[in-house]
């Protein structure tokens, strides 16, 4: 048997991409169980159809490119895509909100560059900032009222027919069933109210967001087993946090004028940008000093999004925007090098400062 | 172990720690629980001429020569060498190209070395007391006992006894530490030989008078921790236990460890006052200063599911691998690569029939499930984990996009170079991206980029400087030309200023006589200058129009024809008499036809030039056509006296020649007639241009 | 209608502020680059052969530098095209088969011999680097040799050979991995981007 020829290193270690991107969808399942829980069917169906929309398309762009299907199929980040969008979206978005979302995330953000690793933004959100600007209504009118406030709750068939397009969208039955979400409760009654009021809508339950801060919870629960797992670093999520709370805290003080930080970081999709969306490896910072800078940016356009602009919840856009300023942010933040007294930061080599 | 030195409170020192740095699977216990074995001898030895960093060894022995065991092969060369010593007494066979353990699988010089068996020493000088020996001795002892590096980078250690710039060393370390995974050589020399290690160490600071010496060494070794410790009780040498990690055995990450300090980039650690040393390194000089032994074994691990007896072995240097791998129950058929060193960072074996050197820490012999193919590479998920492990802190990630899109000048901007190819990266890497490849190739690039621009730097030097060169030679020339052509006008002045005060004798014929000898020097002379104001560009076509003297040309021609017709004779003699040569003469006549039409070609294209030249109304011009026509006139007349000659001939003729004489004589009437046009036109134009002047 | 007015005299105000300071940046911030001739003879390999067509590198920079093809320089091969084509901002074309083809490193070893000591090599090497005079021995200095091929025409007895150069271990350095953009028919047998072949190095 012929002796082979390897470069070194011929060890290798377990971690494998398809298992930290399986690590993620496996985690985002408590996050989905209590928005099943809260919210009804819709999510669960969402991430199912969109799964499928994904893995078909991607199989479609593989096979022009031809690419090996099932080697790529296998990294399982088209999957990923989908769950995330899957529970970004309003869970009675029609079906073809989700398609489209999907389907441009899959082709157009993922695709068109080059594929895995090769995208310059986040494809979940790219799909998820497309339908929210080109089918602002479907995406505004479609989240669901938590499940203890509706009389009756619709049952997984009654989900589909809302979804598939058989109930008319004006229809009474839709109308119990879909309401504003926290955020946007709070964002326009505020502006003619007190903070106590504006809380004694039944949506904020008694603590904080009926049904969100649960999601929200179990979000945070399953990017805390991603830290420990090392699936995810630490620095993103803990910018994102304090990006949103540093000026919450510093310009929304007062509960009366602007929603308060526990508001904030616990309706909404916080916890899931945080942990799920923004360390998404490929479109995020690659240094650990990028990434804290890279976290607090989308933070903090959250925060003044959410705030001053007229989106009730801003992820999508505000990932985006930091997806822009990753490789910029990546190098001005290089580490230093062992054996040298500086980082070189900066674009070019300055011959002058390696004299030294 | 005695119960006092674990009772007695060892002071720890601080550690610090590196960044990075990855926790692969130790894999030791497949070799290190059994003790060294002495591998048999072998049939041949093959010991290349350079297993060290730094020049080759020279040569000292021939071929043929009996040689014994620790007699010295090879002497080194230069300050940055050592010598090789025979390993057992033998023959040398032959000294000759020979493969060795190296990725690419190329051959280096060997000598061959056939052992008698006998493993008889040749004389040795033992010495009792090193601290009797001067630093000096020492340190010559140590380079002529052929002692490199025995860590795996195989840097002469006599260099490394000199205290650098003649500062004192801060610290003395040795290297125990091992942190590769299946490598327990140094593990079981330890346990088994460490007054052997902690005396060379002893001789070390001998030679170096550190301010410190510590041994560092991983935390996975316990048994030879306590060896240390037991053997280092009645001297100041520390015995540091680090946690293990990889890589900490590297130098610059172990002075981190125990010294805090970081070698500054493109130093060495003895710029920051440190050395680092082997301990196989240290019982080596141990051995050659107490007993005179050259080094000419080193204890090698042999490890991996596909050898049936893994353990330590202590192996003759030069020994084949193959064979010694077939002494320890190699299964070929198992084994599916052979790695020369760990497997984070040795290299795979093409040639299993290579020598055992001295930086042979371990042979790798592993099957499919021992270390696994690596999956098929993935796309960059931009994870960071690899800038994670990092222990040079480098961004490998960046270095990987740069290597890959040959953006050499930003991948050196990223400290490419500060890359120490532990491997750690690809270790981690979730897509499986071969990255320490990409790096390697990378710098190889690099390296040879520098090389051509150096190359292509020094080539336009060169070129410059020939240029130079002509451009003055040239200038050179012109002047001596002006110097002689005034000389010559000055003179031609004075000569006519004489002839004018005589009386005019036949003055036509005279000056008609000087004029032509003057006037032909004056024309070559602006021919050749009319060829420099020409030349500028054109170098090559200058190669095959070289001489635009149109009548050597003319000549040429001539002479191309002349020899034509002579074979033409030849032939049809031949035809008539000598029919077996008619082939071969068929051929000169066809060779000639050749010549001869490219003479033609050539004065036709010069008297062109010379016509286009000729269009300027030039001085020279009235005295070119003169020699023309002379010649031309006495060609003519050559023509028509042969061909008389010929007609006489044709008279007197026997009846066989007279188809050949005719034939000659027609031609020759052509030359004629050709001739007599030539002069006509000549004639012609003389008077056409003397009548415009 | 006076808003209007106000709007164009802020722009316009806001446009002469940003163009004079440009302006002053532009020269007061000029850095003064190399001619382009010379940056382009610097990536030329100076192998002075006369393989484009003109006498030596200098010149061939010179005419590039005038707006002349790219793709001429055999010796400097695909290489030096795409460094020029970054250089200059042009398209990289493929090298021009009529002025020869990119082949290996070579050297002129000339078989000693043979030679009769006729100086035509001598004169022919653009870079001086064959040694020797009339009637002695020439020997081309292997270091120096660009491989330009100029001598070998003029030896009248034929007696220079061009080898190619062998660097042994010392020029030797991993390939580059396979690249990663797997195709489906070569995934087979594919590992850690490179192709597996028996004892094969790549």
């Known amino acids: ?233 630490w620095q993103t999520p803990v910018g994102l946090l304090a990006g949103l709370a540093i000026p919450s805290l510093l310009l929304g003080h007062d509960a009366d004028q602007t929603t308060p930080l526990v508001i904030h970081l616990t309706s909404g999709a916080t916890m899931l940008a945080a942990f799920f969306i923004a360390t998404d490896p490929v479109t995020s910072c690659t240094t650990t000093r990028g990434r804290l800078i890279y976290g607090f940016g989308i933070g903090l356009l959250t925060y003044i999004i959410r705030s001053y602009g007229s989106y009730p919840d801003a992820i999508a856009f505000s990932v985006l925007l930091m997806n822009f300023a990753a490789p910029f942010i990546d190098v001005y933040t290089q580490p230093r090098t062992y054996g040298y007294v500086d980082a070189k930061r900066g674009p070019k080599a300055k011959e002058a400062k390696e004299k030294n | 172990m005695s119960t006092s030195t674990q009772s007695k409170i060892i002071p720890t020192r601080t550690l610090y720690d590196f960044h990075g740095g990855i926790h692969p699977e130790e894999m030791k216990s497949l070799s290190n629980q059994t003790a060294i074995t002495q591998a048999p001898l072998p049939p041949k030895l093959i010991l290349p001429l350079q297993q060290h960093i730094g020049n080759a060894s020279q040569v000292i022995v021939e071929i043929g020569q009996h040689v014994l065991k620790g007699e010295k092969l090879a002497d080194a060369d230069g300050k940055i060498s050592v010598a090789l010593h025979a390993p057992t007494s033998g023959i040398i066979e032959s000294i000759i190209d020979h493969p060795i353990a190296h990725p690419s699988g190329q051959s280096a010089p060997c000598i061959i070395l056939i052992p008698d068996g006998k493993d008889e020493w040749c004389q040795l000088s033992p010495c009792e007391h090193f601290e009797h020996l001067s630093v000096s001795e020492i340190q010559e002892k140590v380079r002529e006992a052929g002692i490199a590096g025995m860590g795996g980078a195989g840097f002469p250690t006599e260099v490394k006894l000199h205290p650098p710039h003649q500062d004192k060393v801060a610290t003395l370390i040795l290297n125990a530490v091992e942190c590769e995974p299946y490598i327990t050589a140094d593990d079981r020399l330890i346990r088994e030989r460490a007054e052997e290690v902690v005396q060379g160490m ?37 015995v540091c236990v680090i946690p293990t990690k990889y890589p900490s055995g590297g130098e610059k990450q172990l002075i981190k460890i125990l010294t805090d300090k970081e070698v500054p980039n493109g130093q060495i650690p003895a ?131 740069f290597s890959r899109s040959q953006e050499y000048d930003k ?79 000055k003179a031609q002045a004075a000569k006519k200023a004489a002839e004018a005060a005589k009386p005019a004798e036949a003055p036509q014929d005279t000056t008609e006589q000087v004029d032509p000898k003057q006037a032909a020097i004056q024309a070559a002379l602006e021919r050749s200058q009319a060829k420099k104001s020409s030349q500028a560009p054109e170098i090559k076509i200058q190669a095959k129009v070289a001489p635009l003297d149109i009548n050597a040309l003319k000549t040429a021609w001539d002479k191309a024809q002349a020899k034509l017709d002579k074979m033409h004779d030849a032939l049809e003699n031949a035809i008539v008499n000598t029919p077996e040569q008619v082939e071969k003469l068929t051929r000169a006549v066809e060779k000639n036809q050749v010549r001869v039409n490219q003479a033609k070609q050539a004065w036709e294209q010069a008297s062109k030039l010379e016509a286009t030249i000729s269009t300027k109304p030039n001085e020279s011009k009235p005295e070119v056509p003169k020699p023309d026509i002379d010649t031309l006139k006495v060609a003519l007349e050559k023509a028509q006296s042969k061909l008389e000659k010929m007609q006489d001939a044709l008279n007197n003729a026997q009846p066989e020649q007279v188809e050949k004489l005719t034939r000659a004589v027609d031609k020759n009437k052509v030359r004629v007639q050709a001739a007599e046009q030539a002069l006509n036109e000549v004639s012609q134009a003389e008077t056409i241009q003397d009548g415009k002047n | 209608m006076s808003v209007i007015v106000t709007a164009i005299l802020a722009l316009l105000g806001l446009a002469t502020i940003f163009g004079a300071l440009l302006g002053f940046a532009a020269i007061r911030f000029r850095v003064e680059g190399n001619p382009i001739v010379d940056e382009i003879d610097s990536l030329l390999p100076q192998t002075q052969c006369g393989q484009c067509g003109h006498p030596g590198c200098r010149p061939y920079a010179e005419s590039i530098a005038a707006g002349g093809d790219i793709n001429k320089c055999p010796p400097g091969g695909e290489a030096t095209i795409q460094a020029l084509a970054e250089l200059l901002d042009v398209e990289a074309t493929p090298l021009d088969s009529e002025h020869g083809e990119e082949i290996p490193t070579q050297v002129a070893v000339i078989r000693e011999d043979e030679c009769i000591g006729c100086t035509k090599c001598i004169q022919a090497c653009p870079i001086d680097a064959i040694l020797g005079s009339a009637k002695h021995m020439h020997t081309v200095i292997a270091s120096e040799c660009t491989g330009c091929d100029l001598c070998v025409e003029p030896c009248p007895v034929d007696c220079i050979d061009m080898v190619p150069v062998d660097q042994g271990l010392s020029g030797w350095h991993w390939h580059a991995p396979k690249d990663q953009n797997i195709i489906a028919t070569d995934k087979l047998g594919l590992v850690a981007g490179m192709v597996v072949e028996e004892g094969n190095l790549s």
């Not at chain 1, 290798?12 to 930290?20: A, D, E, L, N």
């Not at chain 2, 070794?221 to 037991?230: G, Q, S, V, Y």
Request: aromatic letters at 8%; a neutral charge; glycine letters at 6%.
């Open chain 2, 202 to 238: 002893e001789i070390m600071a001998y030679a170096l008078q550190p301010g410190e010496c510590l041994i560092g060494i991983e935390d996975n070794k316990p048994e030879a921790i306590a060896a240390l410790r037991e053997a280092v009780r009645e001297t100041q040498i520390e």
């Open chain 2, 271 to 401: 710029d920051i006052s440190v050395m680092c040393q082997n301990v196989g390194t240290a019982a080596a000089v141990y051995r050659a200063i107490r007993f005179g032994e050259p080094l000419i074994s080193r204890i090698t691990t042999l490890t991996g599911e596909a050898i049936q007896q893994p353990g330590n072995v202590e192996v003759l240097l030069g020994t084949p691998i193959d064979w010694l791998l077939s002494q320890y129950g190699y299964q070929e058929s198992k084994s599916q690569r052979l790695i020369k060193g760990g497997p984070m960072m040795g290299y795979t074996l093409t040639h299993p029939h290579t020598p055992i050197v001295k930086t042979s820490n371990c042979i790798l012999a592993p099957t499919h499930k021992d270390l696994p193919l690596p999956p098929p590479a993935q796309a960059c998920i931009r994870c960071g984990l690899c800038a994670q492990a990092c222990p040079a802190e480098l961004l490998p990630q960046q270095l990987y996009w």
């Open chain 2, 411 to 489: 991948a050196e901007h990223h400290n490419l170079f500060d890359c120490i190819e532990c491997g750690a990266c690809s270790y981690v890497c979730p897509s499986a991206i071969p990255l320490v490849q990409y790096y390697r190739h990378a710098k190889g690039e690099i390296k040879q980029l520098k090389l051509d621009q150096q190359k292509s730097d020094q080539a336009r030097e060169r070129f410059e400087a020939r240029q130079f060169r002509l451009d003055r030679e040239k200038s050179e020339k012109e002047a001596k030309r002006k110097a002689r052509a005034e000389a010559a006008a």
């Open chain 1, 1 to 233: 048997m012929a002796l082979l020829t390897l470069s070194s290193p011929h060890a290798k270690g377990p971690q494998r991409t398809s298992v930290m991107m399986r690590w993620v969808i496996a985690m985002t399942l408590p996050g989905l169980l209590m928005q099943t829980l809260f919210f009804g069917w819709g999510n669960l169906h969402n991430v199912l159809w969109c799964t499928l929309v994904a893995v078909i398309c991607e199989a479609v762009v593989l096979k022009i490119r031809k690419r090996p299907i099932a080697f790529y199929l296998n990294d399982y980040s088209a999957v990923v895509t989908a769950v995330l969008l899957g529970l970004a979206l309003p869970p009675f978005a029609p079906w073809w909100v989700s398609l489209v979302a999907t389907a441009f995330a899959i082709i157009f953000a993922k695709h068109i560059y080059g594929g895995m690793g090769y995208n310059p933004f986040n494809p979940a959100m790219v799909g998820y900032a497309l339908v929210l600007v080109s089918f602002p209504v479907a995406m505004t009118t479609n989240w669901a009222t938590p499940l203890s406030l509706v009389d009756q709750p619709a049952s997984f068939l009654d989900t589909l027919q809302i979804i598939w397009g058989q109930v008319p969208a004006q229809s009474s039955m839709v109308d119990a069933l879909t309401g504003a979400t926290p955020l946007d409760t709070y964002k326009h009654e505020i502006a003619h109210s007190l903070s106590e009021t504006v809380l004694e809508n039944p949506i904020f339950g008694t603590d904080f967001s009926l049904g969100w801060e649960w999601v929200n919870a179990a979000f945070l629960v399953g990017g805390i087993v991603l830290l420990a797992l090392k699936v995810i670093p």
